[in-house]
């Protein structure tokens, strides 16, 4: 019996390789696509959790007009953007490099010297501080001691120190204003583009800078002070508006758009906080009332802007006064005020005066 059973289990695999053909074509049929797609997202996982953040958020794309967030911005200023600036700032400092170097040349091989005149008058006011001299002894020196004081390095250095002084603030002058625009806002590599337009590749800058015109002082001085105050910062802008004027006198001029600044910030918080503040200034508007117009322009702000400033301006005056005496007030600010050089002004007229009087 037992080799009985064993012939046919053995004879069992015969017979079903024996079956008929329709037996092997009979397949299980295909799954419906719905169920395809549901076993694909059930049983389909990424290999961790970040990498299926960062699929998700691939995928999802802000629609074209949709403004991007603050954090953004400033995220990409950080990266990108900065290192531009930095080349920017590298190149525009090769260029003025160079041509201060070019002007050594110049100065020594042809007539028509590179340098500019004030710079030979800044270099002998300074060698006649480091005399114990008073610097108007130099004819022509109509600016303040402060400026023949930073330039003394030109006769301890080397001439060309003040010209390299005078580079620096140029481009920091460009970092000043690169701030500025980011502060309101502009794109880093929009307000990367205009400084580099504007200021760092503008050949009057670079010219002005490495001749050796104090021009470029003053300038970041005011810029140091706009930017300032549109962060906020009243006092320390005051301060950088106090040395420009000392500096140079018509940095005056800027006092009034500075104040009606310093105004208009604090009218528009008024009316931020109270609805009915349009009602008044309304009124008051219409009444052109002098006194209340007093009242209105003494706020906070514009007070401590005034007073640090002019504290500036006077302790810098008093005491180059006790230094040089009634010279320096002559020399520095008063002859600005009745001098009649038709060279030395920004009238439309002074090319046909300066070839009449020539």
């Known amino acids: 019996m037992l080799r009985g059973s064993r012939q046919a289990a053995r004879s069992q695999p015969s017979a079903a390789a024996a079956a008929p053909p329709q037996a092997e074509r009979a397949r299980p049929a295909p799954p419906r696509p ?42 990409e200023g950080r990266r990108g ?169 018509y940095p005056l001029t800027y006092a009034l758009p500075i104040a009606l600044h310093l105004m208009g910030r604090r009218r528009g918080g008024e009316k931020a906080a109270a609805g009915a503040g349009s009602d008044k200034l309304a009124k008051f508007m219409t009444m052109g009332c002098l006194r209340q117009l007093v009242v209105k322009m003494l706020n906070r702000d514009l007070l401590l802007f005034g007073t640090v400033a002019g504290a500036v301006l006077a302790a810098l005056t008093m005491a180059f006064y006790r230094l040089y005496g009634w010279e320096f007030l002559e020399h520095a600010y008063l002859y600005h005020l009745t001098r009649r050089d038709i060279r030395h002004n920004f009238s439309p007229y002074f090319y046909m005066l300066t070839a009449v009087a020539l």
């Open 34 to 75: 719905g169920r395809r797609l549901q076993l694909h997202t059930t049983h389909a996982r990424p290999p961790n959790g970040r990498q299926a953040t960062a699929g998700a958020a691939s995928c999802r794309r802000a629609p074209a007009g949709a403004a991007r967030p603050p954090s953004a911005t400033m995220a």
């Open 81 to 249: 953007p900065g290192l531009g600036l930095g080349a920017a700032l590298s190149a525009a400092l090769l260029w003025r490099l160079g041509l201060v170097l070019y002007g050594l040349y110049q100065d020594g091989a042809m007539r028509l010297r590179y340098t500019d005149v004030d710079y030979r008058v800044f270099t002998d006011a300074a060698r006649l501080v480091t005399q114990g001299r008073s610097p108007y002894g130099r004819a022509t020196y109509r600016y303040t001691p402060l400026l023949a004081w930073l330039l003394t390095p030109n006769v301890y250095l080397a001439e060309a120190f003040g010209k390299l002084l005078f580079v620096a603030g140029d481009l920091a002058a460009a970092g000043v204003a690169y701030r500025a625009l980011r502060g309101r806002g502009v794109p880093a590599g929009q307000a990367c583009g205009c400084c580099a337009a504007a200021w760092l590749f503008n050949p009057l800058p670079m010219a002005v800078s490495s001749r050796g015109n104090a021009e470029a002082l003053v300038a970041l001085l005011v810029l140091a002070a706009l930017q300032l105050l549109q962060e906020g910062s009243v006092g320390k802008a005051a301060v950088c508006y106090g040395l420009a004027v000392h500096l140079k006198i």
